[in-house]
C-alpha cells in the first residue's frame, strides 16, 4: 500500500483510509441502515492485513457505537493502527445532533472516546465541524491543551473554510483538514486545496465515492429497496432526482474508463481524488470484507492524464444535463 506524509507531522498515511460511519448501524441521523458488528470487526481486521494503516471514526457514528466496534477490532494490533476520531458533537435523548465546542465538553468527549476506543493515546484528533463558529477558537486551544499533556499526538479539522483555519492556526498549527471531496462535491477546488498545501496541512477527503451512487453498482430499483433508516434513500440530494439520473448517467461514461484499465468504477472514482498532490489520503467506507478487499486495489492505480480529460468531459456533460432540468 502506498504511503503519505500527512502535512508536517509524522504521520505518514496509507493512500487509503478505512471509513466507519456505516458501522455505527441504526439509530441514529445519518445512519446507513443496520450492520453486524462482528462483521464489521472483520472488515476492519481485513483492512489492516491488505495495508490500510489508519481508520476514521466518531463519537456521533451510531451515538458512539463505531468507536467501542474499532476498539474491538484494534485490540492486540493497536501498534499497527493510526487512529482518527472527532470531537464537537453531541446528542440528546431523542437523537438530535447539534455543535459544541466549549473547554469543558471536549475535555468529557476524549475521556468518553477513550474509554469506548480503550486507548489512552489518539494519533489524530479533528475538530468535526466547525459548529458554532464563535467558539472555534475555544475549542481548537482546549484540543492544544490534549497535545501539550500527551493525550493527543496531532490535532485537525473536519469541514472548515479558508477563512476559519486562518483563525485557528495561530492559536496551534493544523496537521490536517478532512474535507468532502468526488466527482460531485468539487468544492475543495476552490482555493481550499491551495491552502492547505501553502501551509502545510495535510489533506484528507472523505465521501470520494459519494455515500457509494460512484461505486457503479447502485440503480435506482436498489436505492428505492434501501432500508427506510438509511438516509440515502429520502434525504441526500445525490439520490433523488433531478440530480440522480445525471449522477448514473456519469455513471455510465465512467464504466468505459474502468473497463480500459481493467479496474472498477469505484478504483477510477478513487484515483480521481488521489490524483491531486495536495491530497494525503481518502476515506473509503466499507461494510463487507469483499467491499474492503476491492477498494485497497485502487491505491495501487494511477489515473492517465487521457483518462482525467476524460473525467472531465463527463462531468460537464452531468453539468449541461442538470442545466436542463
Avoid at 463505531?66 to 485490540?75: D, H, M, P, T
Avoid at 474509554?115 to 492544544?144: N, Q, S, T
Avoid at 477498494?295 to 444535463?321: C, G, P
Wanted: glycine share 10%; net charge neutral.
Amino acid at each position: 500500500m502506498k504511503t503519505r506524509r500527512l502535512g508536517y507531522t509524522g504521520l505518514s498515511l496509507s493512500t487509503i483510509g478505512l471509513g466507519t460511519a456505516g458501522i455505527g448501524g441504526s439509530g441514529w441521523t445519518w445512519s446507513w441502515g443496520p450492520q453486524d458488528d462482528e462483521q464489521s470487526i472483520a472488515v476492519i481486521r481485513r483492512g489492516v492485513e491488505l495495508g490500510i494503516n489508519w481508520i476514521d471514526t466518531a463519537p456521533v457514528y451510531g451515538f458512539g457505537h463505531s468507536e467501542e466496534v474499532v476498539g474491538r477490532a484494534i485490540k492486540g494490533i493497536r501498534e499497527r493502527v493510526i487512529l482518527v476520531t472527532k470531537c464537537g458533537r453531541k446528542w440528546d435523548s431523542k437523537g438530535k445532533i447539534s455543535g459544541i465546542l466549549t473547554k469543558d465538553s471536549i475535555r468529557r468527549e476524549i475521556e468518553a472516546s477513550f474509554r469506548r476506543l480503550k486507548v489512552e493515546v489518539i494519533d489524530l484528533y479533528l475538530m468535526h465541524w466547525p459548529d458554532p463558529d464563535k467558539d472555534i477558537e475555544e475549542g481548537w486551544a482546549a484540543m492544544a491543551e490534549l497535545v501539550k499533556e500527551g493525550k493527543v499526538r496531532y490535532i485537525g479539522v473536519s469541514n472548515f473554510n479558508v477563512e476559519q483555519l486562518q483563525r485557528i492556526q495561530p492559536i496551534h498549527p493544523v496537521a490536517s483538514l478532512e474535507p468532502p471531496y468526488s466527482m460531485l462535491e468539487r468544492g475543495v477546488e476552490e482555493g481550499l486545496l491551495d491552502y492547505c498545501a501553502a501551509n502545510n496541512i495535510g489533506v484528507i477527503v472523505y465521501s470520494p465515492l459519494q455515500k457509494g451512487i460512484l461505486t457503479g453498482k447502485f440503480t435506482k430499483e436498489w436505492i428505492h429497496s434501501l432500508p427506510h433508516d438509511d438516509h440515502r434513500r429520502d434525504r441526500d440530494p445525490h439520490f433523488q432526482e433531478p440530480e440522480l439520473g445525471a449522477n448514473l448517467a456519469l455513471v455510465e461514461g465512467l464504466r468505459s474508463i474502468a473497463k480500459k484499465n481493467d479496474i472498477t468504477v469505484a478504483h477510477v472514482a478513487i484515483g480521481w481524488v488521489l490524483r491531486r498532490p495536495e491530497v494525503t489520503a481518502a476515506i473509503v467506507g466499507a461494510r463487507r470484507q469483499s467491499q474492503i478487499e476491492e477498494n485497497v486495489v485502487a491505491a495501487k492505480w494511477t489515473l492517465s492524464n487521457e483518462d482525467i480529460e476524460a473525467i472531465e468531459s463527463l462531468l460537464n456533460k452531468r453539468r449541461e444535463m442538470l442545466k436542463g432540468e
